[in-house]
């Protein structure tokens, strides 16, 4: 199991993370969001749309009451949430199978709520709160598909890095 950690500084910053992980996905994939209550789950998912070219009119919200959004870009998105699922019978009850398993991708706030033996491999992004805007992000890869995206999402940071120090180092 791989994981990594970074720190946002912002609304702004949480959203490229999301951006960043959507030009990492195939389809098929499961993305678990852990935290909680206004840590920005649904902000990294409103990021993540934008990086598989959802239109920009499209509203993306926390499905906290219709429980399941679906999104249209280059890949269907899946968003679901388990918030208000309190026993395992309601959670049957959404054939949430049919979403985990589809060619699109499935990205669940309250990701704790799937029983634990449901999915295999996965990423699971833990978000909390870090004062003011700032929030910890840690990606844990759950088999070796997902292990690599967290080593490419890492991999990426160096890079930005290396670019905005480029720049300072111009002006």
């Known amino acids: 199991m ?11 910053q949480t959203m490229g993370w999301g951006r960043k992980l959507a030009q990492l996905v195939k389809g098929g994939e499961i993305i ?3 935290g909680e209550l206004g840590t920005g789950k649904t902000c990294f998912v409103r990021g993540f749309a934008a990086g598989l070219e959802v239109r920009k009119d499209a509203w993306i919200r926390s499905p906290t009451f219709t429980l399941i959004n679906e999104y249209h870009g280059r890949l269907p998105i899946y968003h679901i949430d388990l918030y208000r699922i309190g026993e395992r019978h309601e959670l049957e009850g959404l054939n949430l199978r049919e979403y985990l398993y589809a060619d699109g991708v499935s990205l669940i706030e309250w990701f704790e709520h799937v029983p634990a033996n449901e999915v295999d491999e996965y990423l699971e992004l833990k978000i909390a709160h870090g004062g003011g805007t700032k929030r910890q992000l840690t990606f844990v890869g759950h088999g070796e598909r997902y292990e690599k995206m967290v080593q490419k999402l890492k991999r990426s940071r160096v890079q930005t890095v290396k670019k905005e120090t480029r720049m300072r180092h111009r002006g």
């Open 2 to 12: 791989g994981s990594w950690s970074i720190v946002s500084k912002s609304t702004r």
């Open 32 to 34: 678990g969001l852990v």
